[in-house]
């Protein structure tokens, strides 16, 4: 079974502070690993996935398949970070995305 | 370019009742995917349709039906509606061709079941 785990619910930082949102999967095969992002009043879209290794927004993700995480890091955070997170996970070929629960994150002036 | 849109945006329906949300996808995309998002929670994978095939199903009851044009628009029919069938029904579109597996979602219908 494919599964997505965001331990944190709630995340507060202070602008200029690094931001590391947590992700956790569990998947046996070859998983493709994805954050979204919703801003508010916004729809979901796609942040970054793990095969481009793309930097966007100063955000980046490495996957680590020896402990199964993907998380989410920026080291100066802004005020427009602020949005809600999800990390996502793709078997191999499927186009069937399995979600966390999200991460809330406020940045603080 | 046009996005992926959905309707209505709100919808009240009272339990036992019957409700259809509609989806167009962005053009050029081929596949459709629905999911179900509660209060607090991530989206859950309903189902699926690749050329008007339903192409994969997630732990949703039959109650839950779909439907794709040959536009590649489509349909999410709901019977029986229950309380907990209450929550934002996201679309997302993609080109099944594509192998980065990009879904680009609408902004969602939030129904209400009383």
């Known amino acids: 079974a494919q599964r997505v785990t965001q331990p944190e619910k709630l995340l507060s930082v202070f602008k200029g502070a690094p931001v590391e949102l947590k992700c956790n999967y569990s998947?046996?095969?070859?998983?493709?690993l994805f954050w979204y992002v919703q801003y508010s009043r916004q729809r979901l879209q796609l942040l970054l996935r793990?095969?481009s290794r793309e930097s966007i927004k100063g955000f980046t993700a490495d996957l680590n398949k020896g402990e199964t995480s993907f998380h989410l890091k920026k080291p100066f955070a802004q005020e427009e970070d602020s949005a809600m997170y999800y990390c996502?996970?793709?078997?191999?070929?499927?186009?069937?995305?399995?979600f966390g629960q999200g991460t809330r994150l406020t940045i603080n002036p | 370019e046009t996005g992926v849109t959905q309707s209505p945006t709100h919808l009240i329906k009272t339990r036992g009742q019957q409700v259809t949300l509609r989806c167009s996808s962005q053009?050029?995309?081929?596949?459709v995917s629905w999911y179900q998002q509660a209060l607090g929670q991530g989206p859950q994978f309903i189902f699926q349709?690749?050329?008007?095939?339903?192409?994969g199903r997630g732990n949703f009851p039959p109650r839950f039906s779909g439907l794709q044009f040959p536009n590649y628009s489509s349909e999410l029919n709901v019977n029986a509606l229950e309380l907990d069938d209450s929550a934002l029904y996201l679309c997302?579109?993609?080109?099944?061709?594509?192998?980065?597996?990009?879904?680009?979602f609408g902004a969602g219908t939030r129904l209400s079941v009383l």
């Open positions: 997302a579109s993609s080109l099944a061709e594509e192998s980065q597996n990009i879904q680009y």
């Open positions: 998947y046996s095969g070859s998983p493709e």
């Open positions: 793990h095969i």
């Open positions: 996502a996970l793709s078997a191999y070929g499927a186009q069937k995305l399995v």
């Open positions: 053009s050029g995309h081929n596949t």
């Open positions: 349709y690749y050329r008007e095939e339903e192409n």
